[in-house]
């Protein structure tokens, strides 16, 4: 049992602390990439800014507005809409707005998914940059410009803002972490995931996805990568928003797990066959996770079935924390932090079983609600 309780305690330092100090080792032992210089107005590359919405009538107008007052010369500048089958009103209610010279709108009159609607629009928009945003959350005005010097780099593909969750406890905890990785990541020139309230993507660097794709904003990363190029994270282009809730974030967190299924599953068809270029890194942040709650399990019997005070304590530890996670589901926004993390992290863990059999059973698929 001593051997089940350290192989998987093993598998969860590496995951959580040991990738990272791979990443923290290697960006410093390597030629720092290059920022670029600030570029002037003309230098800038021009942007098509698309919005990717299913009924969002709610939302859309306003969402249009803050993209047209974007810090960014308006001559280098197209904001697109594409309505995914909407069927609440949401291209009349953009109508009077796509009047505006800088503003297209594509109304598609059956809902397919994000990869399909990107597949088709992509490639006839004028930018030479395309900028993704989602309808909820909000772009600050100069978070275009932060995105797109980072493409005086031939060499970037893509580049990721940063999401910020304001009124975030337990899963704030989490976020912050996720974010930490990606900056190192991004420090040696591959970011496995864009944040898809925004992210940037050089036009002539977009190959078509799968249409079935549950994450875009991860199968595009591994593919750029595969093809040699840089993906990174920049944290001065900011989109905000409001922390879900517990229940929203479980299931926002089981469809993107569902989607790291299928890249593990499917590596030629979602994940650029695995470059080894890529292949190292999904296993380490992505595919690991996923075997985290065996791990978790693994470590909690090994640690009871073993002999010693050191096992015994171990299991008391373990035991801890559950009780944690239990009292901070039961209290829930008045659960103490410890609580909150501790139950921010089980629902993780819980989110993974529940993401293997909704991917298996299939139904998480391309439409997200």
Not at 111 to 122: M, P, Y
Not at 250 to 267: C, D, E, H, I, W
Not at 305 to 310: Q, S, T
Request: glycine share 10%; with cysteine; proline share 6%.
């Amino acid at each position: 049992m001593t051997g089940l309780f350290w192989g998987s305690v093993g598998l969860l330092a590496w995951t959580w602390l040991g990738y990272p100090a791979w990443l923290w080792l290697s960006a410093r032992l390597r030629p720092p990439l290059r920022r670029p210089t600030p570029v002037s107005g003309e230098a800038l590359p021009s942007l098509s800014v698309l919005l990717v919405a299913h009924d969002e009538r709610s939302r859309a107008p306003e969402k249009l507005r803050e993209l047209l007052a974007l810090d960014y010369p308006p001559d280098r500048l197209e904001v697109v809409v594409a309505s995914d089958g909407s069927t609440d009103g949401t291209v009349e209610a953009l109508a009077p707005l796509a009047r505006h010279p800088g503003v297209r709108l594509h109304a598609f009159p059956y809902r397919r998914g994000k990869a399909a609607v990107l597949n088709e629009v992509v490639p006839g928009l004028a930018g030479e940059v395309v900028v993704l945003v989602d309808a909820r959350q909000r772009v600050e005005p100069g978070a275009a410009r932060e995105l797109a010097r980072r493409f005086a780099d031939p060499a970037v593909g893509a580049v990721s803002g940063e999401l910020v969750l304001e009124g975030a406890s337990g899963v704030g905890a989490y976020w912050r972490y996720e974010k930490a990785v990606r900056r190192l990541e991004s420090e040696t020139g591959l970011v496995l995931g864009l944040t898809g309230a925004l992210s940037a993507v050089r036009r002539s660097a977009f190959q078509p996805l799968p249409e079935d794709a549950i994450l875009d904003d991860v199968v595009l990363p591994l593919s750029l990568g595969a093809r040699g190029y840089r993906v990174l994270f920049e944290p001065g282009a900011r989109a905000h928003d409001r922390a879900a809730t517990a229940a929203r974030e479980y299931r926002r967190k089981v469809r993107t797990l569902a989607g790291n299924f299928q890249v593990l599953f499917s590596p030629r068809r979602y994940g650029g066959a695995l470059h080894p270029r890529v292949a190292f890194r999904f296993l380490s942040h992505k595919a690991l996770r996923l075997l985290a709650p065996l791990a978790l399990a693994g470590a909690l019997m090994g640690a009871a079935l073993a002999e010693g005070a050191a096992y015994q304590a171990a299991f008391g530890a373990q035991c801890v924390l559950y009780v944690l996670a239990a009292a901070g589901a039961l209290l829930g926004r008045a659960a103490p932090r410890a609580c909150e993390a501790a139950c921010a992290f089980v629902l993780l863990h819980a989110a993974v079983v529940a993401g293997l059999v909704g991917y298996l059973s299939g139904r998480q698929t391309v439409r997200w609600e």
